[in-house]
């Protein structure tokens, strides 16, 4: 298991030694690999390096990368969200219906205070009852989406007045000629990556992922930082169900279905281990991107959609794998 | 009376999800008029026996210290392939639809073993890609069934009971002696509470795994077959959300997530708990959407109640 040492990002070798240099390899296997499907990609299609595609790729991705930065730090610490597709299927609905009835300002508000109420409940059951992450999440997964279609009464909502309003400034809007779901990325992102690598807090959340006894022994308060990462996730969900729905100025009640699936094969994709303990936001990041921009160049290139799931599950399985084989010093496991 | 209880002792002894079922069967008697009749009582089983085949294969590889999440695809594909490939022969369809399923449990399984990716991983991505491979067979296109003795085979009784009843259950009793009285099936308890140990043991860890993925594969398989027959058509996007059901359905019954405990007689009283629950409530004219709060809510009660009866106090530091 990594500790929170290991895991601090480290974006230029520190000795420029053979050595080093190797580590430095190793360590940013990911990093080579998206500037290499880059590459690749530029080559079959001229529009793939455009400024306009790569901005449209990026606002694209950017609301699994919300959800994926928030995810990240459950996992980080140890858990695992996957109810993460229904909150967002929930707030979105929520925050959509309540634009007309309450204001977007007030709904905006609401939104927000019920979201980090679903994730409080995750963190309680999960941290204090010390309940399995996986079946929690998955039972809250269920849950919520049956008050979705009670909310809704299985009806799709929308936003009457879609011009009018300025809640089409998160989803639509820019901000110095950059979109503003892109900022809301980049900046949830970046505090999140100083939080979990400069600051106490995220020393604890390191340490509770990677060994809870020790944590507990050296006086961290497991149950409370447990408890934080769900509102941590609920928070970017929030955040994601805003730029949702201000995007589509409406929604189906079923938007967020497998959304956690995608969420988590990013940080997978990214290099952050299961088992907790390891991992940082900005390699999180780069895993949405290349999902997103291996999808978008699979489209160039002419091929179906759904191509992407099959050449995700080859690429999944591969980034974990040498992970594994680059830790253990042997491509294969040794049990027969 | 002895010779039953002779048959239920061993690994296994009444699981306190039976109480539930029959609670949920008193209620219920109670609350439709409908409930108690044998027309229902077979239209319950015939209903689970979907998710009830797989949680059949699933419990072997939770048991195993395992989790796969692909089998809502794998239905999804093999119901697709069994329709898809009806006019070149029908016996070559079903063949190919399982053997589709134990090939990718197979895949599964071997990647398991010789990386050692965690199966959550694994699977997680076969879910994804499996899926993928699915759009890509079927265009995007629903297939329906022109087979006639195909489509009716899913529709059809044997004397008063539906086939496909028949087939959930004696798959369930086989699928129980398998891992109450063969080897396979000690040594899958023993793989999943502890590997190192069982290695040392002589366990081929691998291959072991291996087979449990193979056989939730083919289980998830035959369920996608079965399935297709009974609506007489595959669409692109079936089993979705399956594995949630069926994983709800294996930890209602009483299986570890960590591995090494849990049974089958708990797994079919968790496939049905869910069964009655969907039955009950869709007579009594509960909305669909309240039995997944409902049933959300149940998982996470048993999952309390399961805490505090069976927590291990001095394995755990108390703050």
């Given at each position: 298991m990594a500790s929170a040492e290991q895991s601090k990002?480290?974006?230029?070798?520190?000795?420029?030694?053979k050595a080093g240099v190797l580590s430095f390899l190793s360590a940013q296997g990911i990093l080579i690999f998206f500037l290499l499907s880059m590459f690749v990609f530029s080559f079959f299609s001229?529009?793939?390096?455009s400024q306009s595609n790569i901005m449209t790729v990026v606002r694209q991705a950017s609301i699994i990368g919300i959800i994926a930065v928030g995810v990240s730090v459950v996992i980080i610490g140890g858990n695992l969200d996957l109810s993460v597709g229904s909150m967002l299927s929930f707030s979105t609905v929520l925050v959509v219906d309540l634009h007309d009835k309450i204001g977007p300002t007030n709904a905006i508000l609401l939104m927000f205070a019920l979201t980090l109420m679903i994730g409080a409940v995750n963190g309680f059951l999960?941290?204090?009852?010390?309940?399995n992450s996986l079946i929690v999440t998955l039972a809250m997964l269920s849950a919520i989406q049956g008050f979705v279609l009670i909310y809704s009464g299985g009806q799709n909502v929308d936003i009457a007045d879609q011009e009018g309003t300025w809640f089409a400034f998160f989803g639509r809007g820019y901000v110095g000629g950059i979109a503003v779901p892109i900022l809301m990325f980049g900046l949830l992102a970046i505090v999140m990556q100083v939080v979990m690598s400069y600051t106490g807090y995220g020393r604890r959340i390191f340490a509770v992922g990677g060994n809870p006894m020790a944590a507990v022994y050296s006086g961290i308060r497991k149950n409370w930082c447990v408890f934080s990462t769900y509102l941590i996730s609920a928070f970017c969900v929030a955040c994601a169900a805003l730029v949702l729905g201000s995007r589509v100025m409406g929604s189906q009640n079923?938007?967020?279905?497998g959304y956690e699936l995608l969420v988590l094969a990013g940080i997978i994709l990214g290099g952050t281990?299961?088992?907790?303990g390891a991992g940082s936001i900005w390699k999180t990041v780069i895993g949405v991107l290349i999902l997103g921009f291996i999808q978008n160049g699979l489209l160039l290139m002419?091929?179906?959609?759904?191509?992407q799931w099959i050449v995700t599950w080859v690429i999944i399985i591969l980034a974990v794998w040498l992970d594994l084989a680059n830790k253990r010093k042997s491509l294969f496991t040794t049990h027969s | 009376m002895t010779s039953i209880k002779g048959f239920f002792r061993g690994r296994t002894s009444i699981q306190p999800i039976w109480v539930f079922v029959i609670a949920l069967f008193i209620f219920f008697s109670f609350m439709s008029e409908?409930?108690?009749s044998f027309g229902n009582i077979t239209n319950i089983l015939v209903q689970t026996s979907t998710i009830g085949l797989i949680a059949l294969g699933m419990t072997f590889v939770m048991i195993n210290g395992n989790i796969d999440l692909s089998v809502g695809a794998i239905l999804g594909l093999a119901a697709s392939l069994a329709v898809g490939l009806q006019e070149v022969s029908m016996t070559l369809a079903i063949l190919a639809a399982l053997g589709s399923g134990i090939l990718l449990g197979a895949l599964n399984g071997f990647v398991v073993w010789k990386t050692g990716v965690n199966a959550f991983i694994v699977t997680l991505g076969a879910m994804l890609g499996v899926r993928g491979l699915i759009f890509l067979y079927t265009g995007e296109q629903s297939f329906f069934a022109m087979n006639f003795a195909f489509a009716d085979f899913g529709t059809s009784t044997i004397g008063p009971v539906p086939v496909l009843a028949i087939i959930f259950l004696v798959c369930a009793l086989i699928m129980h002696l398998v891992l109450t009285r063969t080897g396979h099936g000690r040594n899958t308890f023993a793989v999943g509470g502890n590997p190192e140990a069982s290695i040392d043991a002589g366990i081929r860890l691998g291959r072991h795994m291996m087979i449990n993925f193979i056989i939730v594969g083919f289980f998830a398989a035959l369920a996608g077959v079965l399935l297709a027959s009974q609506m007489g058509a595959a669409t692109p996007?079936?089993?979705?959300?399956y594995e949630l059901w069926v994983i709800t359905a294996v930890v209602l019954g009483g299986?570890?997530?960590?591995?090494g405990y849990g049974s089958i007689v708990g797994t079919l009283g968790g496939v049905l708990a869910i069964g009655i629950l969907r039955n009950g409530m869709n007579l009594m004219q509960v909305p669909a959407f309240y039995v997944l709060v409902i049933l959300g809510a149940i998982l996470i009660s048993v999952l309390i109640i399961d805490k505090k009866l069976n927590?291990?106090?001095?394995?755990e530091v108390r703050i």
């Open positions: 990002p480290r974006l230029l070798p520190g000795k420029l030694s001229e529009q793939f390096l999960i941290g204090f009852l010390r309940l079923n938007v967020g279905q281990s299961l088992l907790g002419g091929y179906p959609y759904y191509i | 409908y409930f108690l996007n079936l089993g979705r959300d299986t570890k997530l960590t591995g927590a291990p106090s001095t394995k």
